[in-house]
């Protein structure tokens, strides 16, 4: 099993940078591939990116593209997300995810693909 905390959020103005922190504790952080989702009030849970458990591969949300990066640091068993240029409609509730399995395709975009979340951190962005 694995626990994820996330933490990072926070206030931004329209335009603005935030990086997202996901610490994981428990056993083998590297054979987890790890995600981000969020939800914003009255929406279903989005996804946002995805990275394999080597970091090699990586998916993102045609919305996000370009201004969001995943990141991971198994060794510090740490799962990062570089916010630049954030918009009005990024403001949700950001949740890191966690499975033991491997995932390709669209087989990152469902919530139900994954085991383990954390409590998720808030961003807002003002405008």
């Known amino acids: 099993q694995v626990r994820l905390v996330e933490s990072g959020g926070g206030l931004v103005q329209v335009g603005g940078s935030l990086r997202l922190s996901c610490a994981a504790s428990?056993?083998?952080?590297?054979?987890?591939?790890m995600v981000w989702f969020r939800q914003a009030p009255g929406k279903e849970r989005e996804f946002v990116v995805g990275?394999?458990?080597?970091?090699?591969?990586?998916s993102y949300a045609d919305s996000v593209k370009g201004r969001f990066t995943i990141s991971r640091d198994n060794a510090k068993n740490m799962l990062y997300l570089r916010m630049n240029g954030l918009k009005p409609e990024d403001k949700a509730v950001y949740y890191c995810?966690?499975?033991?399995?491997?995932?390709?395709?669209?087989?990152?975009?469902?919530?139900?693909?994954?085991?383990?979340w954390g409590q998720g951190t808030q961003v807002t962005v003002s405008s």
């Open positions: 990275i394999n458990q080597s970091g090699v591969t990586t």
């Open positions: 428990g056993r083998n952080f590297g054979t987890y591939a």
């Open positions: 995810a966690a499975t033991e399995a491997w995932i390709y395709g669209s087989r990152w975009y469902g919530a139900s693909t994954y085991n383990y």
